[in-house]
């Protein structure tokens, strides 16, 4: 699936900033032109990633649209897909995580995994996975601070 949104790139103190208009979490920078135009293809590809394991829908892409920052307009375009995500099976991450299946799926419906659903099968990103594991939470409730 290809998607499309303009941005604008900008100067800032000591980069080149670049947002897109439509997408607000869709911002990004660089140390120079080319490198905040790969920066912004990287972002436009997880944000539709993100929208898509999610089920949800991005707003409609403007374009025309007058730069905020004194900058110019920039056309970002990125074939997005969920094949290419390194990802493993519920049950594999339940295996990897030391957990069961359904605790698996309550945490990506509470967004401490990313994951989605394709007909019956459940998928986990193994990036998520990957710092689920480096965050090493302990079992039981966190302990009471003492008050002062």
């Not at 911002?27 to 790969?38: F, H, L, N, W």
């Not at 799926?105 to 990313?114: G, K, W, Y």
Request: glycine share 6%; charged share 30%; aromatic share 6%.
């Amino acid at each position: 699936m290809q998607r499309t949104y303009e941005f604008e790139l900008w100067r800032g103190e000591r980069q080149w900033i670049i947002a897109s208009f439509d997408l607000p979490e869709a911002i990004t920078q660089g140390e120079d032109v080319q490198d905040a135009c790969e920066s912004a293809a990287d972002v436009l590809r997880e944000v539709s990633r993100d929208a898509m394991m999610r089920g949800m829908s991005l707003p409609s892409p403007t374009f025309e649209n007058e730069p905020r920052n004194g900058g110019i307009r920039v056309i970002v375009s990125v074939e997005i897909g969920l094949d290419e995500v390194a990802k493993v099976s519920a049950t594999e991450a339940a295996r990897l995580l030391g957990v069961s299946r359904s605790r698996v799926t309550a945490m990506i419906a509470s967004r401490h995994l990313d994951g989605w659903r394709e007909g019956r099968n459940t998928w986990v990103t193994c990036a998520s996975i990957e710092a689920r594991l480096a965050d090493a939470p302990t079992p039981g409730r966190p302990r009471k601070e003492e008050m002062a």
